[in-house]
């Protein structure tokens, strides 16, 4: 023979009890519990109460740590960041425009790779900006040619020259 004993649905009866034993005496737990402390316990309670508080804007000064917009026309410029990410950067936000590559491979051999679908990129350049670049996809970067010079390159297609 098998005794089955199945989980009841609500609280236990000594869950009941011990919580209705600690609503009806939290007045005289509260001033135990500062007699001990010595005034802690309730410091402890305003100081969390006071922290769940919503900031009050009432006098205070905000500052904007944005860069500020110069102008409303985009100003590009390629920029080859310390992780190897090539991007389009808008001079007057600071902000990036577009994703370009990456140099990827060793200190021996580095390459620019184009972000496209079949490099592994998540969100690829348009047909149209990849077919302009694709001559420099897969280029090898040596001292002859720096990043820098391949930043060039890139800017020399991407940003029109004001004439």
Do not use: W
Request: aromatic share 4%; hydrophobic share 40%.
């Amino acid at each position: 023979m098998v005794d089955i004993f199945s989980k009841r649905e609500g609280p236990r009866l000594e869950d009941v009890k011990a919580r209705r034993l600690l609503t009806q005496n939290a007045g005289t737990i509260r001033k135990l519990a500062d007699q001990i402390s010595n005034g802690g316990f309730s410091k402890m309670q305003a100081d969390q109460a006071r922290r769940r508080e919503p900031p009050k804007p009432d006098g205070l000064i905000i500052h904007d740590l944005k860069a500020r917009v110069t102008s409303d026309v985009a100003e590009p410029y390629v920029k080859v960041s310390l992780n190897n990410r090539v991007v389009l950067v808008d001079r007057s936000t600071g902000r990036q425009m577009q994703m370009l590559g990456e140099i990827r491979g060793s200190v021996l051999s580095k390459r620019f790779v184009l972000a496209s679908s079949e490099n592994g990129f998540f969100s690829p350049l348009d047909p149209e900006m990849q077919a302009a670049l694709a001559h420099l996809d897969g280029v090898e970067l040596t001292d002859a040619f720096s990043d820098r010079d391949l930043a060039d390159r890139l800017k020399d297609v991407l940003v029109p020259r004001d004439e």
